[in-house]
Protein backbone atom coordinates (compact mmCIF):
# COMPACT_ATOMS: atom_id res chain seq x y z
CA UNK A 1 0.00 0.00 0.00
CA UNK A 2 3.17 2.08 0.92
CA UNK A 3 4.32 1.74 -1.95
CA UNK A 4 1.45 2.46 -4.41
CA UNK A 5 0.83 5.82 -2.49
CA UNK A 6 4.74 6.40 -3.10
CA UNK A 7 3.92 5.72 -7.08
CA UNK A 8 1.26 8.15 -7.11
CA UNK A 9 2.70 10.95 -5.68
CA UNK A 10 5.95 11.06 -7.64
CA UNK A 11 3.58 11.15 -10.57
CA UNK A 12 1.36 13.70 -9.25
CA UNK A 13 4.66 15.78 -7.88
CA UNK A 14 5.47 17.15 -11.56
CA UNK A 15 1.91 18.60 -12.02
CA UNK A 16 1.51 20.37 -9.08
CA UNK A 17 4.93 22.47 -9.12
CA UNK A 18 4.15 23.03 -12.30
CA UNK A 19 0.63 24.97 -11.42
CA UNK A 20 2.30 26.34 -8.42
CA UNK A 21 5.08 28.23 -10.86
CA UNK A 22 1.96 29.15 -13.31
CA UNK A 23 -0.29 30.96 -10.07
CA UNK A 24 3.03 32.22 -9.07
CA UNK A 25 3.78 34.07 -12.64
CA UNK A 26 0.24 35.23 -12.86
CA UNK A 27 0.26 37.04 -9.38
CA UNK A 28 3.62 38.87 -9.98
CA UNK A 29 2.23 39.93 -13.77
CA UNK A 30 -0.53 41.58 -11.70
CA UNK A 31 1.04 43.40 -9.47
CA UNK A 32 3.38 44.41 -11.79
CA UNK A 33 0.35 45.63 -13.81
CA UNK A 34 -0.88 47.27 -10.35
CA UNK A 35 1.93 49.38 -10.40
CA UNK A 36 2.12 49.89 -13.77
CA UNK A 37 -1.23 50.50 -15.11
CA UNK A 38 -0.09 52.31 -18.22
CA UNK A 39 1.90 49.26 -19.62
CA UNK A 40 -0.42 47.44 -22.39
CA UNK A 41 -2.13 44.67 -21.99
CA UNK A 42 -0.31 41.45 -19.95
CA UNK A 43 -1.30 38.13 -21.56
CA UNK A 44 0.66 35.74 -21.30
CA UNK A 45 0.31 32.08 -23.54
CA UNK A 46 1.75 29.69 -20.87
CA UNK A 47 -0.77 30.65 -18.00
CA UNK A 48 -4.37 29.61 -18.48
CA UNK A 49 -6.72 32.60 -19.08
CA UNK A 50 -8.19 32.38 -15.64
CA UNK A 51 -4.96 34.21 -14.38
CA UNK A 52 -4.39 36.74 -17.25
CA UNK A 53 -3.97 39.84 -15.71
CA UNK A 54 -6.60 42.32 -17.26
CA UNK A 55 -6.10 45.98 -17.11
CA UNK A 56 -8.04 48.25 -14.41
CA UNK A 57 -10.63 50.33 -16.01
CA UNK A 58 -10.11 54.25 -14.76
CA UNK A 59 -12.72 56.06 -13.05
CA UNK A 60 -14.44 58.99 -14.21
CA UNK A 61 -16.15 59.58 -11.05
CA UNK A 62 -15.14 62.53 -8.68
CA UNK A 63 -13.96 61.96 -5.26
CA UNK A 64 -15.36 64.23 -2.84
CA UNK A 65 -12.98 64.71 -0.20
CA UNK A 66 -13.90 64.77 3.40
CA UNK A 67 -12.90 67.33 6.02
CA UNK A 68 -9.95 66.74 7.73
CA UNK A 69 -10.96 66.43 11.85
CA UNK A 70 -8.64 69.77 12.59
CA UNK A 71 -10.59 71.90 10.11
CA UNK A 72 -13.85 73.70 10.92
CA UNK A 73 -16.60 72.42 8.69
CA UNK A 74 -17.89 75.50 5.88
CA UNK A 75 -21.24 74.58 5.88
CA UNK A 76 -23.35 77.65 6.17
CA UNK A 77 -26.76 76.86 6.31
CA UNK A 78 -26.36 74.73 9.57
CA UNK A 79 -29.59 75.48 11.76
CA UNK A 80 -28.55 76.94 15.28
CA UNK A 81 -28.13 74.45 18.32
CA UNK A 82 -30.81 75.53 20.03
CA UNK A 83 -33.70 72.52 21.60
CA UNK A 84 -36.14 74.37 19.33
CA UNK A 85 -33.63 74.08 15.96
CA UNK A 86 -32.48 70.69 16.58
CA UNK A 87 -35.89 69.62 18.45
CA UNK A 88 -35.05 68.75 21.80
CA UNK A 89 -37.93 70.42 23.05
CA UNK A 90 -39.93 68.48 26.16
CA UNK A 91 -42.78 67.15 24.83
CA UNK A 92 -45.68 66.07 27.41
CA UNK A 93 -47.40 63.08 26.05
CA UNK A 94 -50.44 62.28 28.63
CA UNK A 95 -51.13 58.49 29.49
CA UNK A 96 -54.81 58.45 28.04
CA UNK A 97 -56.38 56.65 31.10
CA UNK A 98 -59.75 54.89 30.27
CA UNK A 99 -61.38 56.85 34.04
CA UNK A 100 -60.16 60.42 32.45
CA UNK A 101 -60.85 60.21 28.70
CA UNK A 102 -64.21 58.77 29.97
CA UNK A 103 -64.41 62.27 32.38
CA UNK A 104 -63.37 64.38 29.69
CA UNK A 105 -65.70 63.30 27.14
CA UNK A 106 -68.38 63.74 29.87
CA UNK A 107 -67.19 67.19 30.56
CA UNK A 108 -67.54 68.11 26.39
CA UNK A 109 -71.09 66.89 26.50
CA UNK A 110 -71.91 68.82 29.43
CA UNK A 111 -70.33 71.88 27.76
CA UNK A 112 -71.99 71.58 24.46
CA UNK A 113 -75.47 70.28 25.33
CA UNK A 114 -76.47 73.38 26.95
CA UNK A 115 -74.89 75.65 24.18
CA UNK A 116 -77.02 74.20 21.88
CA UNK A 117 -80.23 75.19 24.12
CA UNK A 118 -79.16 78.34 24.53
CA UNK A 119 -78.68 79.31 20.83
CA UNK A 120 -81.84 77.83 20.07
CA UNK A 121 -83.67 79.92 22.49
CA UNK A 122 -81.69 82.78 20.59
CA UNK A 123 -82.19 81.32 17.13
CA UNK A 124 -85.84 81.47 18.50
CA UNK A 125 -85.96 85.06 18.57
CA UNK A 126 -85.77 85.57 14.87
CA UNK A 127 -88.73 86.35 13.25
CA UNK A 128 -88.90 85.16 9.31
CA UNK A 129 -91.69 85.04 6.88
CA UNK A 130 -91.12 83.04 3.21
CA UNK A 131 -93.03 83.22 0.60
CA UNK A 132 -92.85 81.38 -3.04
CA UNK A 133 -94.12 83.17 -5.77
CA UNK A 134 -92.34 81.40 -8.98
CA UNK A 135 -91.28 77.80 -9.31
CA UNK A 136 -91.33 75.28 -11.88
CA UNK A 137 -92.56 72.97 -9.42
CA UNK A 138 -96.46 74.15 -9.40
CA UNK A 139 -97.20 72.44 -5.72
CA UNK A 140 -94.26 74.62 -3.95
CA UNK A 141 -95.83 78.19 -5.49
CA UNK A 142 -97.29 80.20 -2.42
CA UNK A 143 -98.83 82.52 -4.91
CA UNK A 144 -98.80 82.72 -8.57
CA UNK A 145 -97.24 85.09 -10.17
CA UNK A 146 -95.11 83.69 -13.26
CA UNK A 147 -93.11 84.76 -15.87
CA UNK A 148 -94.16 88.77 -16.66
CA UNK A 149 -96.70 89.29 -14.54
CA UNK A 150 -96.88 91.67 -11.56
CA UNK A 151 -97.74 90.22 -8.30
CA UNK A 152 -98.79 91.59 -4.87
CA UNK A 153 -97.31 89.91 -1.57
CA UNK A 154 -98.72 90.13 1.45
CA UNK A 155 -97.64 88.97 4.31
CA UNK A 156 -99.40 88.88 8.21
CA UNK A 157 -96.69 89.71 10.80
CA UNK A 158 -97.89 87.45 13.64
CA UNK A 159 -94.54 88.77 16.01
CA UNK A 160 -92.99 92.04 16.55
CA UNK A 161 -90.15 92.57 14.36
CA UNK A 162 -87.39 94.40 15.34
CA UNK A 163 -85.36 96.47 12.86
CA UNK A 164 -82.91 95.92 11.27
CA UNK A 165 -85.42 93.89 8.83
CA UNK A 166 -84.00 92.41 5.64
CA UNK A 167 -85.04 91.72 2.87
CA UNK A 168 -83.85 88.90 0.66
CA UNK A 169 -84.62 87.11 -2.58
CA UNK A 170 -83.77 83.47 -2.53
CA UNK A 171 -83.48 81.05 -5.47
CA UNK A 172 -82.92 77.55 -5.94
CA UNK A 173 -80.85 74.86 -7.87
CA UNK A 174 -79.01 77.55 -9.38
CA UNK A 175 -75.51 76.80 -9.71
CA UNK A 176 -73.64 80.45 -9.31
CA UNK A 177 -70.27 78.27 -8.26
CA UNK A 178 -70.02 76.59 -11.37
CA UNK A 179 -66.77 76.80 -12.70
CA UNK A 180 -68.15 78.01 -16.05
CA UNK A 181 -70.04 80.33 -14.79
CA UNK A 182 -67.49 81.76 -11.88
CA UNK A 183 -65.02 83.24 -14.67
CA UNK A 184 -67.33 84.18 -17.20
CA UNK A 185 -66.87 87.48 -16.35
CA UNK A 186 -64.42 90.53 -17.17
CA UNK A 187 -63.67 92.48 -13.86
CA UNK A 188 -60.96 94.73 -16.05
CA UNK A 189 -64.13 96.13 -18.23
CA UNK A 190 -66.35 96.06 -14.88
CA UNK A 191 -63.40 98.38 -13.50
CA UNK A 192 -64.34 100.95 -16.43
CA UNK A 193 -62.15 99.27 -19.25
CA UNK A 194 -63.48 99.79 -22.70
CA UNK A 195 -61.33 97.24 -24.59
CA UNK A 196 -60.91 93.18 -23.79
CA UNK A 197 -57.69 91.35 -23.58
CA UNK A 198 -57.59 87.80 -25.74
CA UNK A 199 -58.40 85.79 -22.35
CA UNK A 200 -61.53 88.46 -21.06
CA UNK A 201 -62.86 87.36 -25.18
CA UNK A 202 -62.36 83.56 -24.28
CA UNK A 203 -64.03 83.40 -20.93
CA UNK A 204 -67.10 85.95 -21.72
CA UNK A 205 -68.16 83.49 -24.61
CA UNK A 206 -70.94 83.21 -26.01
CA UNK A 207 -72.12 86.13 -23.64
CA UNK A 208 -68.97 88.55 -25.47
CA UNK A 209 -70.77 90.18 -28.61
CA UNK A 210 -74.17 89.83 -30.27
CA UNK A 211 -76.24 90.90 -32.99
CA UNK A 212 -79.10 92.94 -32.81
CA UNK A 213 -82.36 91.82 -34.93
CA UNK A 214 -82.80 93.29 -37.96
CA UNK A 215 -78.92 93.85 -38.28
CA UNK A 216 -77.70 91.08 -39.11
CA UNK A 217 -74.17 92.76 -39.64
CA UNK A 218 -72.63 94.48 -36.84
CA UNK A 219 -71.39 92.88 -33.73
CA UNK A 220 -72.44 94.91 -30.84
CA UNK A 221 -70.21 94.39 -27.68
CA UNK A 222 -71.29 93.42 -24.26
CA UNK A 223 -70.45 95.24 -21.81
CA UNK A 224 -70.23 94.00 -19.60
CA UNK A 225 -69.62 90.86 -20.73
CA UNK A 226 -70.11 87.27 -19.68
CA UNK A 227 -72.44 84.52 -17.62
CA UNK A 228 -72.37 86.19 -14.21
CA UNK A 229 -73.64 89.81 -15.51
CA UNK A 230 -76.02 88.85 -18.45
CA UNK A 231 -77.91 86.50 -16.02
CA UNK A 232 -78.34 89.31 -13.35
CA UNK A 233 -81.76 88.57 -11.31
CA UNK A 234 -84.05 91.22 -12.89
CA UNK A 235 -87.44 91.07 -10.36
CA UNK A 236 -88.13 94.11 -8.98
CA UNK A 237 -89.41 94.20 -5.80
CA UNK A 238 -91.27 97.27 -4.44
CA UNK A 239 -92.84 98.06 -1.01
CA UNK A 240 -95.98 99.23 -0.55
CA UNK A 241 -96.72 101.04 2.69
CA UNK A 242 -100.24 101.51 4.45
CA UNK A 243 -101.05 104.79 5.54
CA UNK A 244 -99.87 103.19 9.49
CA UNK A 245 -96.79 103.08 8.37
CA UNK A 246 -96.41 106.18 5.76
CA UNK A 247 -96.98 107.80 9.04
CA UNK A 248 -94.47 105.74 10.86
CA UNK A 249 -91.99 106.80 7.97
CA UNK A 250 -91.42 102.65 7.22
CA UNK A 251 -89.21 102.13 3.88
CA UNK A 252 -87.27 99.32 2.37
CA UNK A 253 -84.22 100.70 2.02
CA UNK A 254 -82.03 99.43 -0.93
CA UNK A 255 -79.00 101.30 -1.09
CA UNK A 256 -75.63 100.23 1.33
CA UNK A 257 -77.00 96.40 0.69
CA UNK A 258 -73.49 95.58 -1.49
CA UNK A 259 -70.03 95.34 0.29
CA UNK A 260 -67.96 98.47 0.60
CA UNK A 261 -64.96 97.31 -0.61
CA UNK A 262 -66.64 96.09 -4.23
CA UNK A 263 -68.16 99.43 -4.68
CA UNK A 264 -64.76 101.41 -4.11
CA UNK A 265 -62.22 99.02 -5.57
CA UNK A 266 -64.40 96.58 -8.06
CA UNK A 267 -66.94 98.22 -9.99
CA UNK A 268 -66.49 102.14 -12.17
CA UNK A 269 -68.49 103.28 -15.11
CA UNK A 270 -66.57 102.96 -18.53
CA UNK A 271 -63.83 105.29 -19.16
CA UNK A 272 -65.61 108.19 -21.08
CA UNK A 273 -68.83 107.97 -19.00
CA UNK A 274 -70.41 111.75 -18.74
CA UNK A 275 -73.71 112.78 -17.24
CA UNK A 276 -75.29 116.07 -16.44
CA UNK A 277 -78.16 117.53 -15.02
CA UNK A 278 -80.71 119.44 -17.23
CA UNK A 279 -84.23 121.22 -17.58
CA UNK A 280 -86.77 118.42 -18.21
CA UNK A 281 -88.75 121.16 -20.31
CA UNK A 282 -86.01 121.83 -22.66
CA UNK A 283 -83.58 119.13 -21.94
CA UNK A 284 -82.41 117.42 -25.56
CA UNK A 285 -79.77 115.14 -26.17
CA UNK A 286 -77.55 116.09 -28.76
CA UNK A 287 -73.94 116.85 -29.67
CA UNK A 288 -71.18 114.86 -27.77
CA UNK A 289 -74.35 113.56 -25.88
CA UNK A 290 -75.17 109.68 -26.68
CA UNK A 291 -78.64 109.15 -24.80
CA UNK A 292 -81.33 108.73 -27.07
CA UNK A 293 -83.40 111.03 -24.87
CA UNK A 294 -82.97 112.54 -21.11
CA UNK A 295 -83.28 110.14 -18.36
CA UNK A 296 -85.98 110.76 -16.14
CA UNK A 297 -86.46 109.94 -11.98
CA UNK A 298 -87.69 110.91 -8.92
CA UNK A 299 -85.94 112.45 -5.86
CA UNK A 300 -86.79 111.67 -1.99
CA UNK A 301 -89.10 114.51 -2.09
CA UNK A 302 -90.99 113.48 -5.19
CA UNK A 303 -89.50 116.01 -8.12
CA UNK A 304 -89.14 115.06 -11.31
CA UNK A 305 -85.45 115.40 -12.36
CA UNK A 306 -83.79 114.75 -15.47
CA UNK A 307 -80.18 113.92 -16.69
CA UNK A 308 -78.26 113.34 -20.31
CA UNK A 309 -75.33 110.88 -20.20
CA UNK A 310 -72.50 109.94 -22.44
CA UNK A 311 -71.32 106.46 -22.75
CA UNK A 312 -68.07 105.55 -24.89
CA UNK A 313 -68.20 103.33 -28.26
CA UNK A 314 -72.13 103.63 -28.13
CA UNK A 315 -73.32 102.91 -31.33
CA UNK A 316 -71.02 99.46 -31.28
CA UNK A 317 -71.66 98.25 -27.82
CA UNK A 318 -74.79 97.26 -25.43
CA UNK A 319 -74.34 98.68 -22.09
CA UNK A 320 -75.87 97.49 -18.88
CA UNK A 321 -78.77 100.13 -18.61
CA UNK A 322 -79.78 98.98 -22.37
CA UNK A 323 -79.39 95.12 -21.27
CA UNK A 324 -81.98 95.69 -18.46
CA UNK A 325 -83.48 98.65 -19.39
CA UNK A 326 -86.19 100.45 -16.68
CA UNK A 327 -84.47 98.39 -14.04
CA UNK A 328 -80.41 99.56 -14.38
CA UNK A 329 -80.48 103.12 -14.19
CA UNK A 330 -77.77 104.55 -17.09
CA UNK A 331 -76.39 106.87 -14.27
CA UNK A 332 -75.53 104.23 -11.89
CA UNK A 333 -74.74 101.05 -14.73
CA UNK A 334 -72.75 98.33 -12.83
CA UNK A 335 -72.56 100.52 -9.53
CA UNK A 336 -75.73 99.58 -9.28
CA UNK A 337 -75.79 98.33 -5.88
CA UNK A 338 -78.40 95.40 -6.72
CA UNK A 339 -75.78 93.94 -9.49
CA UNK A 340 -72.93 94.60 -7.39
CA UNK A 341 -74.43 91.95 -4.65
CA UNK A 342 -75.10 89.74 -7.45
CA UNK A 343 -71.89 89.36 -9.18
CA UNK A 344 -70.90 88.05 -5.58
CA UNK A 345 -71.71 84.78 -6.60
CA UNK A 346 -73.03 82.15 -4.19
CA UNK A 347 -71.16 79.19 -3.08
CA UNK A 348 -74.36 77.04 -2.42
CA UNK A 349 -77.34 76.38 -5.56
CA UNK A 350 -80.07 77.38 -2.63
CA UNK A 351 -78.64 80.91 -1.75
CA UNK A 352 -80.21 84.11 -0.51
CA UNK A 353 -78.98 88.01 -1.75
CA UNK A 354 -80.24 91.03 0.16
CA UNK A 355 -82.30 93.55 -1.79
CA UNK A 356 -83.23 95.90 0.99
CA UNK A 357 -83.64 96.22 4.61
CA UNK A 358 -85.89 98.95 6.94
CA UNK A 359 -84.42 100.52 9.20
CA UNK A 360 -84.44 100.11 13.57
CA UNK A 361 -87.09 102.06 15.16
CA UNK A 362 -85.75 102.90 18.92
CA UNK A 363 -89.03 103.46 20.50
CA UNK A 364 -91.07 101.12 18.96
CA UNK A 365 -91.25 97.42 16.94
CA UNK A 366 -90.38 98.52 13.33
CA UNK A 367 -92.84 95.98 12.49
CA UNK A 368 -95.73 95.46 15.47
CA UNK A 369 -97.57 92.50 15.44
CA UNK A 370 -100.76 92.15 13.52
CA UNK A 371 -100.06 94.67 10.99
CA UNK A 372 -99.14 93.67 7.58
CA UNK A 373 -96.21 94.21 4.93
CA UNK A 374 -97.45 94.06 1.06
CA UNK A 375 -94.90 94.23 -1.88
CA UNK A 376 -95.51 93.99 -5.50
CA UNK A 377 -92.71 91.91 -7.55
CA UNK A 378 -92.67 92.67 -10.64
CA UNK A 379 -91.53 89.31 -12.03
CA UNK A 380 -88.96 88.74 -15.14
CA UNK A 381 -86.40 86.20 -14.13
CA UNK A 382 -86.82 83.14 -15.61
CA UNK A 383 -87.06 79.84 -13.30
CA UNK A 384 -88.22 77.01 -15.54
CA UNK A 385 -84.85 76.55 -17.79
CA UNK A 386 -83.04 75.62 -14.41
CA UNK A 387 -85.77 74.34 -12.82
CA UNK A 388 -85.65 76.90 -10.00
CA UNK A 389 -87.19 78.45 -7.09
CA UNK A 390 -87.66 82.11 -6.36
CA UNK A 391 -88.98 83.03 -2.90
CA UNK A 392 -89.32 86.25 -1.17
CA UNK A 393 -87.77 86.62 2.60
CA UNK A 394 -88.50 88.96 5.23
CA UNK A 395 -86.56 88.33 8.20
CA UNK A 396 -84.91 89.67 11.59
CA UNK A 397 -81.46 88.80 12.58
CA UNK A 398 -79.88 88.10 15.98
CA UNK A 399 -76.32 87.62 17.05
CA UNK A 400 -76.11 84.68 15.21
CA UNK A 401 -77.31 85.65 12.31
CA UNK A 402 -80.66 84.66 10.38
CA UNK A 403 -83.14 81.51 11.50
CA UNK A 404 -81.29 78.59 10.73
CA UNK A 405 -80.45 75.42 12.92
CA UNK A 406 -77.41 74.13 11.78
CA UNK A 407 -75.22 75.65 14.35
CA UNK A 408 -76.96 74.12 17.65
CA UNK A 409 -77.91 70.79 16.08
CA UNK A 410 -73.77 70.60 15.17
CA UNK A 411 -73.66 71.67 19.21
CA UNK A 412 -76.09 68.71 20.18
CA UNK A 413 -74.80 66.24 17.90
CA UNK A 414 -71.29 67.03 19.09
CA UNK A 415 -72.38 66.49 23.02
CA UNK A 416 -74.35 64.11 22.72
CA UNK A 417 -72.00 61.40 20.93
CA UNK A 418 -69.30 62.69 23.64
CA UNK A 419 -71.60 61.90 26.52
CA UNK A 420 -72.52 58.81 24.99
CA UNK A 421 -68.88 57.35 24.28
CA UNK A 422 -67.80 58.93 27.99
CA UNK A 423 -70.69 57.33 29.96
CA UNK A 424 -70.29 53.72 27.63
CA UNK A 425 -65.78 53.83 28.17
CA UNK A 426 -66.30 54.31 31.81
CA UNK A 427 -68.96 51.50 32.75
CA UNK A 428 -66.79 49.41 30.68
CA UNK A 429 -63.79 50.44 32.34
CA UNK A 430 -65.58 49.96 35.95
CA UNK A 431 -67.64 45.85 34.85
CA UNK A 432 -64.93 44.85 32.66
CA UNK A 433 -62.06 47.01 32.97
CA UNK A 434 -58.81 46.32 31.06
CA UNK A 435 -55.52 45.80 33.12
CA UNK A 436 -53.25 48.96 32.21
CA UNK A 437 -49.55 48.60 32.40
CA UNK A 438 -47.75 50.30 35.40
CA UNK A 439 -47.48 54.34 34.69
CA UNK A 440 -43.78 54.61 35.48
CA UNK A 441 -42.50 52.30 32.55
CA UNK A 442 -45.33 54.33 29.96
CA UNK A 443 -42.56 56.93 29.50
CA UNK A 444 -41.33 58.57 26.75
CA UNK A 445 -37.61 57.26 25.84
CA UNK A 446 -35.75 59.99 23.87
CA UNK A 447 -33.38 58.63 20.92
Known amino acids: MNTFLGALHSLSAPQNESSQSRISQAVEDRRDFEDNPDKPELEHKTVPE ?125 YQNHREYETSRDDAQLLGATTQTPLAELQCNPLNKLKKKGDNETEYALNPCGLIANTFFNDVITFVPTAAQ ?113 EENMDNPTVAAGSKLTFTVDSNWIVTGFKGTKTLVVTTTSALGGKSNALQYSFWAVGGFCAAAGLFFGLKHLIKPRKLAHEKYLKYKPE
Open 246 to 358: VTAELEMIEEGIAWQSDLEYKFRQPDGFDFEVCDCNTCVCDGDWSCDEPYEETDKDGNKVCYKYTYPNDDTTQYLHETYKGIISPLKGVTDEHFVVWMRIAAMPTFRKLYGYF
Open 50 to 174: TFIAQPKPKSTRKVKMSTPQNEESQQTRRPLDTNVRQQRMNAWIPILHPIYVSLTLIAIGAIFIPLGIYFQGIIDTVVEYKVTYDSYYENRIDINCTLGKQCTIEIDVEEDMNGPILVYYEIENF
